[in-house]
């Protein structure tokens, strides 16, 4: 009995010391990690090494003078751009559109944007999406999404104003087509008119011969003349 509790008791120290280890081993790390939250949590967190700039507050004359990667590449200053070309009358758009005429993205964002709202016409406006397209694989990533809302924008005003002129074509056909079927249907009406009267006319006439002859033919016999009676003296006289 007595070497059954002492294996027992030799068992539980070799247990006890890996375990112990093991379990502090644990307590230091979780320690170890308390130490560097707590340190990092009243640690100040750095500053970005430059900000970005505030173009939506930037004056629109300003605006427009602005070039370069810095300004270009950020999707605010083009907002930006959105925001004051709405506030332009269509004549100034074109206007200011006309001194962007480089063969640049930046440059076909500029016209597109400022004639977007400019009232101009299909050709004018077909020839910007053309421009945009041409333009499209050089325009950075950042700003990619507006550029595209941009020519989708322009490409729906071009299939809006292509149908606009279909119906305007169908419906000058249209009025055309009516305007000559009221032409042939008064000129039928006309002769209708002329086919009525003549049908009258003859109708009256037929009229007219029933009734003489109908006449004739209930005369009484002595009205009608005797051939064997004998004839005055100036008929007599006027026998050759």
Same mark, same amino acid.
């Given at each position: ?18 375990? %112990?280890?093991?379990? %502090? ?16 949590? /009243? ?6 090494? @430059?900000?970005? +700039? ?26 930006? /751009? !959105? ?12 206007? %200011? ?5 480089? *063969? ?8 597109? !944007?400022?004639? +977007?709202?400019?009232? !101009? ?19 950075? @990533?950042?700003?990619?999404? %507006? ?6 924008? &322009? +490409? ?20 055309? *087509?009516?305007? *000559? ?12 008119? &002329? ?9 009256? !006439? ?5 009734? @003489? ?21 100036? +008929? &007599?006289?006027?026998?050759?």
């Amino acid at each position: 009995m007595t070497n059954g509790l002492t294996g027992v008791a030799r068992w539980r120290r070799a247990c006890t010391g890996p375990l %112990l280890a093991v379990l %502090l081993t644990l307590l230091a790390g979780c320690t170890t990690v308390k130490e560097q939250g707590a340190h990092h949590a /009243g640690a100040r967190p750095a500053e970005p090494e @430059r900000q970005v +700039a505030d173009y939506l507050a930037t004056p629109c004359p300003t605006l427009w003078r602005l070039k370069g990667a810095v300004a270009e590449n950020n999707p605010l200053y083009w907002l930006r /751009g !959105i925001d004051c070309a709405e506030r332009l009358a269509p004549a100034d758009a074109r206007s %200011l559109a006309h001194r962007f005429d480089e *063969e640049t993205w930046q440059a076909a964002f500029r016209q597109g !944007i400022l004639l +977007a709202k400019a009232k !101009i016409t299909p050709q004018e406006r077909r020839h910007n999406l053309n421009k945009l397209d041409n333009m499209s694989y050089a325009v950075p @990533r950042q700003v990619h999404t %507006l550029y595209q809302m941009l020519r989708d924008n &322009q +490409a729906q005003e071009l299939s809006l104003s292509d149908a606009r002129w279909r119906y305007s074509t169908l419906q000058e056909q249209s009025d055309s *087509e009516l305007d *000559e079927l009221r032409q042939q249907q008064k000129h039928l009406h006309s002769q209708l008119e &002329q086919t009525r009267r003549k049908l009258q006319n003859l109708t009256d !006439i037929e009229r007219q011969l029933s009734s @003489r002859k109908g006449a004739s033919s209930y005369l009484p016999d002595g009205d009608a003349p005797d051939p064997q009676a004998p004839q005055s003296d100036d +008929a &007599q006289e006027a026998k050759p």
